[in-house]
């Protein structure tokens, strides 16, 4: 059965731990889907894989176009799409707009935005109202990287609390689920346990109700991670050995065999 925004917040109740990943095309996405993730994030950390240095130059046109190369590839996992950078902060109308183009066009079931601060709130609580699915991000928010850097969020008490308070009023604005980005494991366990939606850790410590990682860390594609991805294989290696192989076989004549 499909995974739906209401079956992550049963999940929460019956204290199931929820899987995600993030993916950027049909192939990846299909195995993901196969292996059992239970939420497929299409991230603007898909920079990455593109070969940008931050989230930050990502366009809606990209995120469009691999958000349905991923829905293709998927049959049961729960879609979220990020809005990228400036596509969503200007205005509510704006946010609609780009919100609207990728439930429309690509037909993932929810968009993410990230930020807790009042102006946010108030979009999202109005995108809610339309009919937009919406999980929130707060802590370490990457397209907010040249103001906070990469750093973990809500160390001292005063950034705690900020946190904790816009997680709350994300909760209020009616948004199903919340990524809880790099803050400490205390402060994620405090949020996930005062509210009644999913949070979403990454590098947030074990007591959130489920956790997400960046696939190209996970399968050890990407150039560098953060400290607190696992790397699970090491893809880079296994695809130089491969492509290696097969150089020296065309050069020596072995492949194809006659
Ligand atoms: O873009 C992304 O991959 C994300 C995750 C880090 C949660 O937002």
């Given at each position: 059965m499909a995974v739906t925004?209401?079956?992550?917040i049963q999940w929460k109740q019956q204290g199931r731990s929820i899987v995600a990943l993030t993916a950027w095309n049909y192939a990846i996405a299909q195995?993901?889907?196969?292996?059992g993730v239970d939420l497929i994030l299409v991230g603007d950390s898909m920079a990455v894989v593109l070969g940008y240095e931050t989230t930050l130059p990502i366009?809606?046109?990209?995120?469009?176009?691999?958000?349905?190369s991923v829905r293709r590839g998927v049959k049961r996992a729960l879609i979220v799409v990020d809005l990228p950078f400036l596509t969503y902060q200007e205005s509510f109308q704006q946010a609609m707009h780009s919100a609207g183009l990728i439930l429309k066009e690509t037909g993932a079931q929810a968009?993410?935005?990230?930020?807790?601060?009042?102006a946010m709130v108030e979009t999202i609580a109005r995108l809610v109202q339309a009919g937009v699915p919406v999980m929130g991000h707060v802590g370490l928010t990457p397209q907010s990287v040249h103001q906070i850097g990469l750093r973990q969020q809500g160390k001292t008490q005063e950034a705690a609390e900020r946190i904790l308070n816009e997680a709350i009023a994300l909760?209020?604005?009616?948004?199903?689920?919340?990524?809880?980005?790099h803050i400490p494991a205390d402060l994620a366990n405090l949020v996930t346990q005062k509210l009644s939606i999913p949070t979403i850790g990454i590098g947030a410590g074990p007591h959130c109700d489920g956790q997400v990682l960046v696939t190209s860390d996970v399968l050890g594609l990407s150039e560098k991670?953060?400290?607190?991805a696992?790397?699970?294989t090491n893809l880079r290696e296994t695809i130089t050995k491969a492509v290696e192989n097969y150089a020296v076989e065309v050069r020596d004549r072995k492949f194809p065999q006659s």
């Open positions: 925004t209401q079956q992550l195995l993901l889907d196969a292996a366009t809606l046109e990209e995120m469009l176009f691999h958000a349905k968009v993410k935005l990230e930020g807790g601060y009042p909760e209020q604005a009616g948004v199903f689920s919340i990524v809880l980005e991670h953060p400290p607190f696992k790397v699970y």
